[in-house]
């Protein structure tokens, strides 16, 4: 009985598991690139994580599932791989101890000696909106690129007039900053947290940091001569064979989209929190109230709570009333939110569009030319002539 249940396991899943004829497929595109495209050596390897004795070699990018990454290369080293050991690790601690892996050392780091060599992608237009999301919206980078940014664009208003994140912060600003006595949130720039999406993208073309530059500048396909070729659209099934390889087969097999939903909920609250707790910065500029409706969106604005239900701030604003109050709310956004998916998934959609509505089709196009190469490489072209209908039209 146990063995049949063990085989019916792996059953399903190899069923959710993608074949190796894909990741052909993928080493065939990507080599044709590197092969007849002058451009396509640009860039480098960056920074690499190494698990010698499965001869797997991974090269990081942040917001590619980085942290996913991170937590079973830490876990490897520590020799802590079981289901709950795994994904018990801390987020701070996984960022903080396995860092960003250690730099590649060229004519150092030998290909030959890792058989299987990995790298995730991720459509640039989803990277970029979901770093503004979660270090821009969300206090990470208020004190270093966010106040940078303000203090470099000298908060021309004109620039970004008509943008529906002004108005956003403006209401914002009148419900939860007792300190907020102007006319307006663009004039702000002793925190830089009333950034908007427009003023981001301004800021990222000038400023260069890991969370936003090209994928193909800090992991070059051809340069690392990838073997696998992991997407976010498809990440579960994709890193099962690399989890295979790394002796972490199964890890997955009880991890359902709605289980993880609820882990990023666990993670990214408590991370932001104990930010608002311990840093000075985020402290004297921020609020529990605030915090907990700014996280709100950034879930409501990623598709994973129901859209149509606001937020309720609690008369009380003890950090941990604050906290577990926003937990239970979130917990019945996301159970309403699941009684219509495709619900969900539409406003995810029309969401991303409204932000990148805001941005002029000059600045549009400066950001698509910065990512222009991972387009190419990756196969977003379909992806991103559907942005240029949907902005550069209208």
């Not at 052909?24 to 990507?30: F, S």
């Not at 590619?64 to 520590?78: D, I, P, V, Y």
């Not at 009148?174 to 999406?197: I, L, N």
């Not at 709570?305 to 709310?329: G, H, S, T, W």
């Amino acid at each position: 009985m146990a063995n049949l249940q063990r085989k019916g396991a792996q059953l399903e899943s190899n069923l959710w598991r993608t074949p190796e004829a894909v990741f052909v497929e993928r080493r065939r595109r990507l080599s044709d690139i590197c092969m007849n495209d002058p451009e396509a050596q640009a860039g480098g390897v960056e920074r690499i994580f190494t698990h010698q004795s499965s001869g797997v070699i991974y090269c990081f990018v942040p917001k590619a599932g980085c942290t996913f990454w991170k937590r079973m290369f830490l876990a490897l080293n520590r020799s802590n791989t079981s289901q709950p050991g795994v994904f018990s690790l801390d987020r701070v601690a996984i960022h903080k101890q396995a860092g960003y892996g250690r730099p590649f050392r060229k004519g150092i780091d030998d290909w030959r000696h890792y058989p299987t060599r990995f790298t995730v992608a991720r459509d640039p237009f989803s990277r970029v909106l979901s770093t503004y999301l979660d270090k821009a919206y969300l206090p990470d980078f208020w004190m270093s690129n966010m106040l940078n940014i303000v203090q470099r664009l000298k908060l021309v208003n004109e620039t970004f007039e008509g943008d529906f994140m002004r108005s956003h912060y403006d209401k914002m600003a009148a419900q939860y900053d007792p300190k907020f006595t102007a006319s307006s949130t663009s004039t702000e720039t002793s925190c830089g947290k009333y950034v908007t999406f427009a003023q981001f993208v301004t800021g990222i073309l000038e400023l260069d940091d890991p969370h936003w530059m090209p994928l193909s500048e800090l992991c070059n396909p051809c340069q690392f001569n990838v073997t696998h070729l992991i997407y976010m659209e498809t990440f579960t099934q994709d890193s099962r064979i690399i989890l295979d390889r790394l002796g972490l087969d199964g890890l997955l097999d009880h991890q359902d989209k709605n289980s993880q939903v609820h882990e990023e909920f666990d993670i990214i609250v408590d991370y932001n929190f104990r930010k608002l707790s311990h840093d000075n910065y985020v402290k004297r500029c921020s609020s529990t109230r605030e915090l907990a409706y700014r996280l709100w969106n950034n879930f409501r604005w990623r598709g994973y709570i129901d859209p149509e239900v606001a937020y309720i701030a609690p008369a009380r604003d003890e950090m941990k009333f604050v906290r577990d109050n926003l937990m239970k709310q979130l917990a019945e956004g996301r159970t309403s939110g699941l009684q219509n998916r495709t619900k969900l998934k539409a406003a995810q959609e029309e969401f991303r569009r409204q932000f990148y509505l805001t941005l002029s089709k000059d600045l549009f196009k400066k950001l698509e030319q910065k990512y222009a190469l991972d387009f190419k490489f990756y196969g977003y072209e379909k992806l991103r002539d559907q942005m240029d209908s949907s902005i550069l039209e209208r």
